[in-house]
């Protein structure tokens, strides 16, 4: 990470400013400037388990449209870190913003967090006791006050994006693994939200269905959503992440766009990370 | 690369700040949390501000511990000599006293079982004798055998009385409800039949009915020159009704058993009688332990109904003492005495089903 | 499920045979054995000069009666009195039903609050009912605390018109005057109205999106109409007072102590397990659920009504209805308290004339027919409400 780095190995500076100086090609620094709007900022973060300090001094901006794929050990804080963003997860020290709303104690602001970010969970946690259109139905009627024909309308759209739509008025119980996280993706977009989360998306699937899962996730990128992704699939992250962010022990170790993240590891270790899960 | 390498220094961990963790914080998560959550706990507080010291007071600061009716009046707190005074007949009903070594060696033997039971040091087949064996050596002590003076049954009282109803009444009722259970489940149409109406009937009907049909009915079927005596239809019909009621738990834990694990000893060639003896039963039993013990606990609670029909046992005893003319006005004393030591028993029995829970089966499955 | 029959062949092969043969000694015996207890009881009757049959049913009873919901005096024959009874159990239980479902449901809900406080008293509150005979109960609110009240000349009172007292509770009689049949359909028709409003609110709220309160505006409707009708037609419900003469009250309604203490044990036992049963439902739904409803946005009470409650209710209610089975059981011990209930009257009665085997019969017949209707309805329950699954 040239200049910004010293022996602590901690980015002091705006990530910004250091993805700039570390600037591996032109298409990368074409999408990032400084007039893109930063929709994320973690400024000094801290999260505590009771005693146990689980996030420290975290310093993160994305832009809009920045895929991020977050990897590291389990135990290293990357789902909390996410979690912290939608306050699934309650931080006792720093600033979060999200699209210019200030995360805190307000409910209000929750809400209005929540509304905008979507998010997508390991164990899909669809609704078992509602079919897959009233899955996805519900937040657009509850939370956006749709009538529930346009709800529909809505719904069948993304159903079709994800590719079950004929599974519309089935339970979830009656699909399989890839097909209820399609699902919840499919359920997170009713609601138009401007950044998607994912929380180890694939890590609870078959391995014949994760290819069908991160397809969604790719188109999904390809048209320009801001995505956050902690996942353990690097071919993923190769194909379309601008940046990833590796954990551990509650901070970010180190930070690069996918080609210089896996071919040149700064860090010793990234470097033993990237040996252990590269190598089996 | 390897010169240009970075070498990681962790970030030191650092102790949560003390408003967010510690006990200010945790005071204001779990008890002031909101207004709601405020109005809440002040009202609760307020409630047991006005409860608790009225019933310390009362139970200890200005009880009498040694004396007699006159002192406990006077001081105007709980009068305990009352209950030390009734302690034997509370605990054996009008069992000679000079006798009372006897059920107090069973209470020991009781004890010592329970303890071996539930630190596990006793197991499988040989706890299954011993329990078996307890009750008929109780049998023994109590009425007398082997040359030891003679006690008849309508002598037996107490938490004594409660005990052996409840014993006797699990360790037959529960082979008898799994033999119900496996006519149930397994028999064919009429043992199936006649499993289910006999199941359904005494599970339909309270107890109450039950133990009158033991007391009024059971002689009226009897040939007229055979009687038994009131004890022993009491047994009968509580080993009766708690079958009842064993049966269903254990057909919960028949339906548990995968299909699979008939199906494979069948394949191997064990007769159907060995599968269900030896792999389908002990299996059910084993996921439907707590279950069965919180079956146990609610027979030890019926055998307070006794009462209605003539049996003097703890509760029996206890309001009996209660009415006793030389104490009179000390029911409350009584009753929280028995209160007490229903709940000891009760809880410890929960507590032992709760242990089961996690160590068994089902916990297991991760 | 039973064995797959590997040799099974239809018709005659020999497993059936033997089969049917052993099942046809099986119901020989029993046949036998009931035979037997049949002659038996017989001759035993006919040895204590015990009549057989029901005509006794039609014969003046002559036992007073404490407490009763219909007319009676000790010139009633005995079916009357046992009719008594068994009113007297239905009303007891269906009472205590309602009170400890609320009760219940509130012991639930606190189990599982984030108030440390409230958590931990329900928590005692349920180990210690729980643990404890409903037997000791009952006879601890009997005999120690409404004892303790005081004699009816000192009575306390609550309210205007409540009173408490050793002799029983006393509270206002509701008398209808003039025009109460015109309230009373009014008061319906602002129910149905009521009921409508809420029916129109939802189909509302699902065709144009806008939040419409169905459920309060439902209920003020039903409030404020009933109101108005009350007053339009010159407030026809008026209130017979309890005025203590001679030694005790007299006019207004009594709860007998008797009554009380069985109520009120059997509501705050039953309302323990209750409380558990909503607390397990709780906990059955999975908290990824609820995060997942959270992080769409959605409001905590939807959440709640839409995604917790559908949940917990599918294991809350069957276990629920159990125990509303056992509580219209357990109203039997009003035997030990003297409350008539069907028990208490039906054993009188075999205490005057011995005969037990019709009255033990008509209980099974009357209890079981009370079980089999809570079982429809918990059917009925788990058919439409909860069916929605898969």
Known sequence: ?280 | MDDNTIIFQPAPARPAPSSRVGPRAWLRANLFGGWKDTVVTLILLAILALTLPGLVDWMFVRATFFGDADNCRQAGGACWPFIVDKFNVLMMGVYPQELGWRPAVCAIALIVLAALTYTNRVRGIVLIVAWAILPVFALFMIGGAFGMREVDQSLWGGLMLSIMLALVGVIVSIPLGVLLALGRYYGPPVVKSLCVAFIELLRGVPLITILFMASVMMPLFLPPDLVINNLLRIQIAMILFSAAYMAEVVRGGLQAIPAGQTEAALALGVSRARTIAFIVVPQALRHVLPPLVGRCIALFKDTSLVIIVGLLDFLGMIKNASLDTTWLGFQAEAYVFAAFVYWLICYSLSLYGRELERRGPSAQKR | ?390
Not at chain 1, 16 to 43: F, H, P, R, W, Y
Not at chain 3, 25 to 34: C, D, P, R, S
Not at chain 3, 178 to 195: C, D, Q, R, V
Not at chain 3, 321 to 326: C, G, I, L, R
């Open chain 3, 1 to 390: 499920m039973s064995f797959t029959k590997r040799t099974a062949k239809p018709g005659f092969s020999v497993q059936n045979i033997g089969s049917a043969l052993s099942q046809a000694v099986v119901l020989t015996v029993v046949l036998g054995i009931v035979y037997v207890l049949f002659t038996n009881t017989q001759e035993n009757l006919a040895l204590r000069g015990i009549e057989s049959g029901f005509e006794f049913l039609d014969h003046e009873a002559g036992l007073p009666i404490g407490d009763s919901l219909i007319e009676y005096n000790p010139t009633r024959s005995y079916g009357y009195a046992f009719l008594v009874g068994i009113l007297n159990t239905l009303f007891v239980s269906f009472l205590a039903v309602v009170f400890a479902t609320i009760l219940g449901v509130f012991v639930g809900i606190a189990r599982v609050s984030h108030n440390w406080l409230l958590a931990k008293v329900a928590a005692i509150y349920v180990e210690t009912l729980r643990n404890l005979p409903l037997l000791l109960t009952l006879f601890f609110i009997y005999s120690v605390v409404l004892a303790a009240l005081p004699h009816p000349r000192a009575a306390i009172e609550l309210v205007e018109g409540v009173y408490l007292s050793k002799r029983g509770f006393y509270l206002p009689r509701p008398m209808a005057e003039a025009g109460f049949s015109i309230f009373l359909t009014a008061a319906l028709a602002a129910l149905a109205l009521g009921l409508g409003f809420w029916r129109w609110a939802v189909t509302y709220k699902m065709r144009t999106g806008r939040p419409m309160p169905g459920f309060w505006g439902g209920l003020g409707i039903f409030v404020i109409l009933t109101g108005l009708a009350y007053l339009a037609t010159g407030r026809p419900i008026s209130s017979e007072l309890p005025v203590y003469a001679g030694f005790n009250f007299k006019g207004g309604l009594a709860m007998k102590p008797e009554f009380a203490s069985l109520l009120i044990g059997l509501v705050l036992y039953t309302a323990a397990y209750i409380g558990e049963n909503v607390r397990s439902g709780i906990q059955s739904v999975q908290a990824g659920q609820i995060e997942a409803a959270n992080a769409l946005g959605v409001s905590n009470a939807v959440v709640t009504r839409k995604v917790l409650l559908p949940q917990a209710l599918r294991v809350t209610i069957p276990a629920t209805t159990n125990d509303y089975a056992s509580l219209v059981k357990n109203s039997s011990l009003a035997v030990a308290i003297g409350y008539p209930d069907m028990v208490s009257i039906g054993g009188t009665i075999i205490g005057q004339n011995g005969q037990a085997v019709e009255i033990i019969g008509m209980w099974m017949a009357v209890y079981l027919t009370i079980n089999l209707i809570i079982s429809l309805g918990m059917n009925y329950l788990n058919a439409r409400v909860l069916h929605v699954e898969r």
């Open chain 1, 1 to 280: 990470m040239g200049a910004s780095w010293n022996g602590a190995a901690r980015p002091r500076k705006n990530v910004n400013t250091e993805l700039a100086e570390t600037i591996m090609t032109d298409t990368i620094e074409s999408q990032i400037g400084s007039e893109d709007e930063i929709v994320i900022e973690m400024k000094g973060v801290n999260k505590w388990y009771s005693d146990f300090h689980v996030l420290k001094d975290i310093d993160l901006s994305v832009t809009k449209g920045e895929r991020i794929v977050i990897c590291g050990p389990s135990g290293s804080g990357k789902s909390t870190l996410i979690r912290c963003i939608n306050h699934l997860e309650e931080h006792q020290e720093g600033i979060i913003k999200v699209n210019g709303t200030l995360l805190n104690e307000n409910s209000k602001n929750i809400t209005q967090v929540r509304r905008e970010v979507g998010m997508v969970f390991q164990q899909f946690n669809l609704f078992p006791h509602m079919t897959i259109l009233d899955n996805l139905c519900f937040a657009p009627i509850w939370a956006r006050n749709m009538p529930r024909a346009e709800a529909e309308k809505t719904a069948l759209r993304y159903l079709e994006r994800v590719g079950i739509s004929e599974q519309k008025d089935k339970y979830p119980g009656q699909l399989s693994g890839g097909q209820q996280q399609r699902v919840a993706i499919a359920r997170s977009l009713c609601m138009n939200p401007s950044i998607m989360l994912f929380d180890e998306p694939t890590s609870a699937l078959d391995p014949e269905m994760i290819k069908e899962v991160l397809d969604v996730m790719i188109e999904l990128a390809n048209t320009g959503m801001t995505m956050l992704c902690v996942t353990h699939e690097m071919s993923f992250a190769r194909s379309v992440a601008d940046r990833v962010i590796f954990m551990d022990g509650g901070e970010i170790v180190e930070q690069n766009t996918p080609d210089a993240f896996f071919d040149n590891p700064r860090v010793d270790r990234t470097q033993q990370f990237l040996s252990q899960i590269l190598t089996h």
